[in-house]
């Protein structure tokens, strides 16, 4: 029996089987990693969104290690600077003018998220109900399998917390008419991920941050996956003309330390009081010392605009794979968060991918996902798309 194929029985004996993982890695290095077997892989997937900066960063990995040695851990009950200088950055890159709680994970901030305003609702009107999009996702605790409008994940856990409605994305008459008087909040994301790589309209955009005005709701962005400057600006909602109240922020803020935020605006920045919420975790010296030293590196190695630049290259070669093959309908996103629409299951075009040496991951059922990382080498993702290239032939037919 391989290594690999040992790990594998282990995994089907002692692991809940919530995944459906493939090949076992054990190694690392900007926009690769590398199989136990030793075969190496171009990761377009990041580690799902949480790499933005590569694998393995030394600026990271040094930032991790020095923190480690001093202050591994002290809880929220004592202060520490990590945590007040990523406060403050995470603010100043919002222009919010508001405030953070730091959590642990993606669907934790998103429940922050929804417990602050339904605090602020039930103080405002007894409002509590939160309008969200169809194809959304965010998160698997019960509050967030709720908010997130796609039945898969919520069957079966039922009875569900009450207090969601569901709107069509970019459907602007579609939210207004899920409003009602107990409507606290809208919350999206500006480009939909795990929902099929939807990029919100601008027009959208505009008249929701216009309906929560009109109607003193709390725009909310669940910026998971689309933030850290994936789209090619700090925050997906940067790419619109508006600012939400509230933005969640988790997966690739500390480049693979877990670790979530919620960021407010300066109205709901004093919502949340001593003992409303809290985390153990939440703002852990060694998460904040990642997150500051991953903020860092992005500003010194520009990465917002490698984001926009890699992601217009990586577009172009999806475009022309899509205007080669029948089996491949479409391609949309924004910046290096990109999704290729095919006619069959996109499951199979991932895993042809992978056993051609290219870590990609589907987007619902006919999108394979790419989530480059920001700082891959051009010459590394041309060798990709070359790969993924060879690929499609085979897989597609296509004569030599
Ligand atoms: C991944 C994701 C989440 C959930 O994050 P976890 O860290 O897995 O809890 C929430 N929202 C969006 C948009 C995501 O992509």
């Given at each position: 029996m391989s290594k690999s194929e040992e790990i594998a029985e282990i995994y089907k004996q002692y692991m809940?089987?919530?995944?459906?993982p493939s090949v076992v890695l054990d190694k690392?290095?900007?926009?690769?990693v590398f199989g136990v077997d030793g075969t190496q892989y171009?990761?377009?997937?990041?580690?799902?969104?949480?790499?933005?900066?590569?694998?393995?960063?030394?600026?990271?990995?040094?930032?991790?290690?020095?923190?480690?040695?001093?202050?591994?851990?002290?809880?929220?009950?004592?202060?520490?600077?990590?945590?007040?200088?990523?406060?403050?950055?995470?603010?100043?890159?919002?222009?919010?003018?508001?405030?953070?709680?730091?959590?642990?994970?993606?669907?934790?901030?998103?429940?922050?998220?929804?417990?602050?305003?339904?605090?602020?609702?039930?103080?405002?009107?007894?409002?509590?109900?939160?309008?969200?999009?169809?194809?959304?996702?965010?998160?698997?605790?019960?509050?967030?399998?709720?908010?997130?409008?796609?039945?898969?994940?919520?069957?079966?856990?039922?009875?569900?917390?009450?207090?969601?409605?569901?709107?069509?994305?970019?459907?602007?008459?579609?939210?207004?008419?899920?409003?009602?008087?107990?409507?606290?909040?809208?919350?999206?994301?500006?480009?939909?991920?795990?929902?099929?790589?939807?990029?919100?309209?601008?027009?959208?955009?505009?008249?929701?941050?216009?309906?929560?005005?009109?109607?003193?709701?709390?725009?909310?962005?669940?910026?998971?996956?689309?933030?850290?400057?994936?789209?090619?600006?700090?925050?997906?909602?940067?790419?619109?003309?508006?600012?939400?109240?509230?933005?969640?922020?988790?997966?690739?803020?500390?480049?693979?330390?877990?670790?979530?935020?919620?960021?407010?605006?300066?109205?709901?920045?004093?919502?949340?009081?001593?003992?409303?919420?809290?985390?153990?975790?939440?703002?852990?010296?060694?998460?904040?010392?990642?997150?500051?030293?991953?903020?860092?590196?992005?500003?010194?190695?520009?990465?917002?605009?490698?984001?926009?630049?890699?992601?217009?290259?990586?577009?172009?070669?999806?475009?022309?794979?899509?205007?080669?093959?029948?089996?491949?309908?479409?391609?949309?996103?924004?910046?290096?968060?990109?999704?290729?629409?095919?006619?069959?299951?996109?499951?199979?075009?991932?895993?042809?991918?992978a056993d051609?040496g290219?870590?990609?991951?589907?987007?619902?059922?006919?999108?394979?996902?790419?989530?480059?990382?920001?700082?891959?080498?051009?010459?590394?993702?041309?060798?990709?798309?070359?790969?993924?290239?060879?690929?499609?032939?085979?897989?597609?037919?296509?004569?030599?």
């Open positions: 809940m089987p919530t995944y459906a690392a290095k900007g926009s690769r171009y990761d377009l997937t990041s580690g799902i969104g949480v790499h933005n900066i590569g694998h393995c960063h030394p600026e990271v990995v040094k930032a991790i290690q020095s923190q480690v040695e001093v202050l591994g851990h002290c809880s929220n009950l004592f202060m520490h600077e990590g945590q007040a200088l990523l406060a403050k950055k995470l603010v100043e890159l919002s222009g919010l003018g508001g405030k953070v709680f730091f959590c642990n994970s993606g669907a934790e901030a998103n429940e922050a998220a929804i417990k602050l305003a339904r605090k602020w609702g039930s103080a405002n009107g007894g409002r509590y109900e939160i309008v969200t999009m169809r194809n959304s996702f965010h998160g698997r605790t019960l509050a967030t399998i709720t908010a997130t409008g796609q039945d898969w994940c919520q069957q079966g856990y039922e009875p569900l917390p009450v207090g969601f409605a569901y709107a069509d994305f970019n459907d602007i008459e579609s939210v207004k008419a899920a409003v009602t008087d107990k409507t606290v909040a809208i919350m999206l994301e500006a480009v939909q991920g795990e929902g099929g790589v939807n990029p919100a309209t601008e027009e959208f955009m505009a008249g929701v941050r216009a309906l929560c005005d009109e109607k003193n709701l709390i725009m909310i962005c669940d910026e998971v996956q689309c933030g850290m400057g994936r789209t090619g600006k700090w925050w997906g909602w940067q790419n619109y003309s508006v600012q939400p109240d509230l933005f969640t922020v988790a997966k690739s803020i500390a480049d693979g330390i877990p670790m979530g935020a919620l960021v407010s605006n300066e109205k709901f920045a004093d919502v949340f009081t001593v003992g409303s919420h809290a985390s153990t975790f939440g703002g852990n010296p060694v998460a904040c010392a990642a997150a500051l030293a991953t903020i860092g590196v992005i500003e010194k190695y520009d990465l917002l605009g490698a984001a926009a630049k890699k992601g217009e290259m990586l577009k172009a070669a999806l475009e022309s794979f899509a205007e080669k093959y029948d089996q491949i309908l479409d391609v949309r996103g924004l910046g290096l968060m990109l999704g290729m629409v095919t006619e069959g299951p996109a499951k199979d075009v991932v895993q042809a991918f051609g290219v870590l990609t991951c589907t987007a619902g059922e006919h999108v394979v996902r790419f989530l480059p990382t920001l700082s891959m080498k051009d010459s590394h993702l041309e060798e990709a798309v070359e790969m993924m290239g060879e690929t499609l032939d085979e897989l597609f037919g296509v004569a030599e």
